[in-house]
């Protein structure tokens, strides 16, 4: 059994804004009954100022499907439509005290029925997670809505895409291109903005920064796609690495500590050189 | 509050009598069976007593049962004693099968073993043409279950072994949801190996037995010290023992009267709830199916949310949903036999036991109707 917060189980037996309004202005339905979830968000709209009057929501899915979009109402209600499109799953899903993992994908389906109504308002065409090439058959999920989901949650594994997509969680067939949109998500994340760096730096203190950036930074993303590096060593400018899991017998490798060299350089020092044994 | 308990096919209560017969064995004969001394030998001698009452329930002998820790572990020593004796690689099953075996196949499959999965019909019938053309020299063994835990359907497990065995095939049948809801005579059906589980029939979870007939060749799964004749090694989990051998004894000398009674109340739940629901469907072969059991598809709703509000009113039910299946992919059985997702999604399992009541059965007719039209209320495709 799911462990559900109060909230949820609140909203679930006695769920806000369910229905349709009448005359809508918006209207964004996503899902559909075959994948075991969909939402069909009605809103009312002040022409003038764009403010949501109301909105509404009807869910054929689970406990947190539907608190999920009781929830999403509730969030939207009286913000204009270019503050409501703010509202993101992390936001949802924090409105009810948390979702389990597993049940992630419940927000993220909120998020995407606003988005939906709010391209239908604009009387824009389809919204960008419709885009894209089909991934996942199974769920029908593209690859946009699965680098949108790595990108907005920070996610490091397949196990989440799936929580928070489905993608994946039907036949599995689709992983291992989901693995690959996801270590190239991370690889873009990995050679990401710049972040501030320390000028002087004594010895104890960049090796503690470089163990830092190792494990915060590299390791996850190494990780994800099944592989690892140890830090053996630190000589003077030197960082001796060594690959383990699938990165040691990757042909690749070196590219890796390229951009693991890379990522140093930006984050710790540019002097650092990174040497593999 | 007592739960309102209708899903005996995932677990049961544990029967009083078995309860009571368990505890010396959790305090004063604490004695090891295999030992030498009187201590230990009075225990040995309750578990085969235990022994000589499950081979009753399926009108075996007692030195054709040997108990395991589950009907997981029956299943999978069973599939695999017949790979392992046979010297063969070729496995049949159905679609329908428990995750026990037919993911134990799967895992063979990896070690190179071939397995034809048959499919079955709408009804969750299996075409028994199909068998018999699945069958060739390499099979090391058929495995198809005895009555299917989530429909209730119930497989002409005669008819299945006489083709089996006619071809010179091992049979195993898993019967953890047949055993005690249906008579079962091994004396008159010819199959080769039998899985039974203790927590389905009212004794506690962690233990089960596996039938091996006489003269049947076998090897062991777990493999150590000498207990169960060397079939099976690993200190015996004596008080469980006891229990299920009290719950087996239970569950014969009472079975024609539970399956009258038991039937009775699924067929008023049934029928009161396919009259008081609309597009409500039932899923399964009527004509063929536990006494216990019933799988209702309640159409443009999800299980998970109907099962939480049975929750609410203390109702205990189970659903192929996607939802509650811990994976994101509705029940495979259902999916086999080709009911259609939506109404997969919607579908909710009762499953009764001897201790259902009628006044349950009252409170589930009276509170679910009201649930089912407030969730379709909720949904987009809703009436």
Redesign the interface.
């Known amino acids: 059994m ?1 462990e559900y917060t109060e909230k949820v189980r609140e909203l ?2 006695h ?1 806000k804004n ?2 349709e309004v009448k005359d809508p202005d918006a209207v964004g ?1 996503v899902g559909n ?2 994948c ?5 968000l009605t809103l009312k709209i002040d022409k003038e100022t764009n403010r949501i009057l109301d909105a509404k929501f ?6 947190s ?2 608190a999920s979009s009781s929830a999403l109402t509730e969030l939207i209600k009286g913000k204009t439509i270019d503050e409501a499109i703010k509202v993101t799953n992390q936001d949802i899903a924090e409105y009810l005290g948390g979702l389990p993992r597993e049940k992630m994908h419940c927000s993220v389906m909120g998020r995407e029925a606003l988005e939906a109504a709010a391209a239908d308002y604009r009387g824009e065409a389809r919204p960008a997670a419709d885009e894209g090439e089909i991934v996942c058959k ?2 029908g999920v593209t690859d946009k809505k699965i680098i949108r989901v790595i990108e907005e949650n920070d996610i490091r594994t397949v196990e989440d895409i ?1 929580n928070f997509s ?1 993608a994946g ?2 036949c599995g067939e689709c992983i291992p291109k989901i693995e690959k949109i996801l270590s190239d998500t991370l690889g873009k994340k990995l050679i990401g903005k710049p972040q501030e760096r320390p000028k002087a730096l004594t010895n104890i203190r960049k090796i503690a920064m470089i163990q830092e950036v190792i494990e915060k930074e590299v390791r996850p993303v190494l990780k994800a796609d099944r592989g690892d590096v140890e830090l053996i060593d630190v000589e003077g400018d030197k960082v001796i690495l060594s690959m383990r899991g699938v990165c040691a017998e990757c042909q690749m490798a070196h590219i890796t500590g390229r951009n693991i060299e890379k990522k140093l350089k930006e984050l710790v020092s540019d002097k650092l050189l990174v040497e593999m044994r | 509050m007592k739960p309102i308990y209708l899903d005996n096919n995932a677990t049961t209560m544990v029967a009083d009598e078995a309860r009571e017969a368990m505890l010396p064995y959790l305090s004063a004969e604490y004695g090891n069976p295999s030992s030498m001394h009187h201590f230990g030998g009075k225990v040995h001698r309750k578990i085969e007593s235990a022994r000589e009452e499950v081979a009753k329930l399926i009108n075996a002998e007692p030195e054709e049962i040997i108990f395991t820790s589950c009907g997981t572990e029956s299943d999978n020593t069973a599939i695999m004693s017949a790979l392992e004796t046979t010297g063969k690689r070729h496995i049949i099953t159905t679609r329908v099968e428990h995750p026990a075996v037919l993911n134990f196949c799967m895992a063979q499959g990896r070690k190179g073993c071939k397995t034809a999965f048959l499919p079955v019909d709408k009804s969750g019938r299996l075409d028994l043409d199909n068998l018999e053309k699945a069958i060739n020299d390499e099979t090391a063994v058929v495995s198809v279950m005895y009555a299917n835990n989530e429909s209730g359907v119930i497989f002409p497990i005669e008819k299945i072994a006489e083709i089996v065995k006619s071809r010179g095939v091992l049979f195993h049948t898993v019967a953890v949801q047949g055993a005690g809801k249906i008579e079962i005579d091994v004396k008159r059906l010819p199959v080769d190996m039998m899985s039974l589980s203790g927590h389905k029939i009212h004794a506690p979870k962690g233990v089960g037995a596996l039938y091996i007939r006489k003269g049947t060749r076998f090897s062991p799964y777990i493999i150590g010290g000498h207990q169960e004749r060397g079939r099976r090694s690993g200190t015996e989990n004596v008080a469980s023992i006891v229990a299920m051998g009290t719950a087996c004894g239970l569950a014969r000398n009472n079975i024609a009267e539970e399956i009258v009674k038991m039937k009775r109340m699924r067929d008023r739940l049934e029928n009161g709830l396919i009259e008081r629901c609309p597009d409500a469907i039932i899923n399964g072969d009527k004509e063929n199916r536990l006494p216990n059991t019933t799988n209702i598809s309640f159409e ?6 109907i099962l ?2 049975l929750n ?1 009113h203390n109702i205990c039910a189970s659903s192929g ?4 299946s811990g ?4 029940s495979h059985v259902l999916r086999a036999m080709g009911v259609p ?2 109404a997969i ?1 919607g579908s909710v399992r009762f499953s009764l036991s001897r201790y259902t009541t009628d006044e349950e059965i009252d409170f589930v007719l009276k509170t679910m109707p009201p649930i089912i039209r407030e969730l379709r ?6 009436r």
């Open positions: 799911w679930f037996l769920p369910a229905g339905e009954i075959l075991g979830d969909s939402l069909k009807q869910t054929f899915g689970c406990a499907a539907i199974c769920f799936t489905k969680g039907g | 443009y709703i999800e299980g998970e949310a939480l509000r609410e949903s996607a939802c509650t994976s994101l992919e509705p997702f939506t999604h209320d909720l949904s987009p495709f809703g």
